[in-house]
C-alpha cells in the first residue's frame, strides 16, 4: 500500500481520516510493502484495496454485507467480498447465495460472480481483511486490516439511518455484534459456504427482507439481479 496505489472516495477519506493516521496502518503499510519486496503476490491490486468503499459511497450505504479474506486464487480478487472478476469460476458460497436469491426472490442465477451491480446501488460488500497472499488463504490476518474495517462498520453505524446488515456466519456476527438494532435491520444467518448453508442459510430469505425494510423506509431497494458482465 503505496501512497500512489491508494484510491479512496471522498466521504469514505475524510470519515476515516484518523484510522489513517493512526501508527497501526503505518505499520500495515511497512507489511505490505515488505511482501511485495520480498517477491510475493498480493491480491488484489492495491488500487483495488478499498474498491468496496469507492464503489459504495458512506452516505450511499443501504446494506452491508461481510466477508472474511479476499480469494487468494489468480484472477479472483477485486475488492468486493463474495465477488470475482468476469470470466472466473463462481465460488461455492456464491453458488449458494444465488440459490437463496432464486428461492426467495425468483431471480435465476447469474452466469458470473461479478457483484459491482449491487456495489453501486448501495450494498457495502466488505471483506475484514483486505488482501491476502497468492495461495495462501487469512495471510494477512492480525495485520490490522481488521482494525481498519472494524472502523468502517463503526461508522456505518453511527452515521447512517436504516441500514441492512447482512451477517452470515459467526465471524461476521461477532465482528458487527455492536450494530445498533434500534437504528438498523441486522439480519444473522449461517454462512452460504457449503459446509454450513443447509444450516439455515437456505430458507433465510435475506434478499427481501432487506428491500421490505429499504421500503418502509423510503428508500429505493437493491436490484438483486445481475445483468450481463457485458452491461456493467
Not at 130 to 139: P, S
Request: include cysteine; hydrophobic fraction near 40%.
Amino acid at each position: 500500500m503505496t501512497d500512489g496505489e491508494i484510491r479512496l472516495e471522498e466521504s469514505w477519506r475524510k470519515a476515516l481520516e484518523p484510522e489513517f493516521a493512526a501508527p497501526y496502518m503505518g505499520e500495515l503499510r511497512s507489511f505490505l510493502l515488505s511482501e511485495k519486496e520480498a517477491g510475493k503476490r498480493i491480491f488484489p491490486k492495491g488500487p483495488e484495496y478499498f474498491r468496496a468503499l469507492d464503489l459504495t459511497p458512506l452516505d450511499a450505504v443501504k446494506v452491508v454485507i461481510l466477508g472474511q479474506d479476499p480469494y487468494h486464487g489468480l484472477g479472483q480478487a477485486h475488492g468486493l467480498c463474495f465477488s470475482v472478476r468476469p470470466g472466473t469460476r463462481i465460488p461455492p458460497s456464491l453458488v449458494n447465495i444465488y440459490k437463496e436469491m432464486r428461492t426467495d426472490l425468483g431471480i435465476e442465477p447469474a452466469r458470473h460472480g461479478f457483484l459491482e451491480h449491487w456495489a453501486r446501488q448501495g450494498v457495502l460488500l466488505l471483506n475484514s481483511v483486505l488482501t491476502v497472499e497468492e495461495g495462501k488463504a487469512a495471510a494477512h490476518q492480525g495485520h490490522g486490516w481488521e482494525r481498519f474495517t472494524d472502523a468502517v462498520i463503526r461508522t456505518v453505524n453511527a452515521r447512517c439511518d436504516g441500514v441492512v446488515f447482512l451477517l452470515w456466519g459467526a465471524y461476521a456476527q461477532k465482528k458487527a455484534s455492536f450494530v445498533d438494532q434500534d437504528k438498523h435491520l441486522v439480519l444473522k444467518s449461517p454462512h452460504p459456504s457449503p459446509l454450513s448453508a443447509h444450516n439455515g442459510f437456505f430458507g433465510s430469505r435475506p434478499f427481501s427482507q432487506a428491500n421490505d425494510f429499504l421500503v418502509a423506509h423510503g428508500r429505493d431497494p437493491i436490484d438483486w439481479r445481475l445483468p450481463d458482465v457485458t452491461d456493467q
